[in-house]
């Protein structure tokens, strides 16, 4: 299912490259239902972004609707502060096949 949400990262309407490149770093991380959870210090690995800028996006992504997160939901990731859990596409998802989220691409 990480193909289907990478495949609608990039299919969303974002501005800034820099929005994009942590949307699909969450998409890579992404399960069948879109849910993931990752520290910010690796979305901002993954990204290539500075972690403030990985926490600024995540701000205008959760504005724009196309992400939601609990912030410190996860487990205590490598020592280095507690992951996140993150929702892609909350309230647009389509549950006929089997249950799962399926991506709006």
């Known amino acids: 299912m990480r193909r ?3 495949v609608w ?3 969303q309407k974002v501005r800034k490259a820099s929005q994009r490149a942590v949307l699909t770093a969450l998409a ?3 399960d069948a239902t879109g849910a993931c959870f990752a520290t910010i210090a ?3 690995e993954a990204s290539a972004c500075a972690t403030r800028t990985v926490q600024n996006k995540l701000n205008e992504l959760e504005a ?4 939601r997160r609990e912030i410190g939901g996860g487990w205590i990731a490598k020592g280095i502060g507690r992951a996140n859990g ?3 596409a909350p309230g647009s998802t389509d549950t006929r096949e089997g249950g ?4 709006d691409a």
């Open 9 to 11: 990262a990039a299919s």
């Open 4 to 6: 289907d949400w990478r």
């Open 28 to 30: 890579d991380q992404a």
């Open 42 to 44: 690796e979305l901002a």
């Open 64 to 67: 724009l609707g196309l992400v």
């Open 86 to 88: 993150f929702q892609l």
């Open 100 to 103: 799962k989220a399926v991506p």
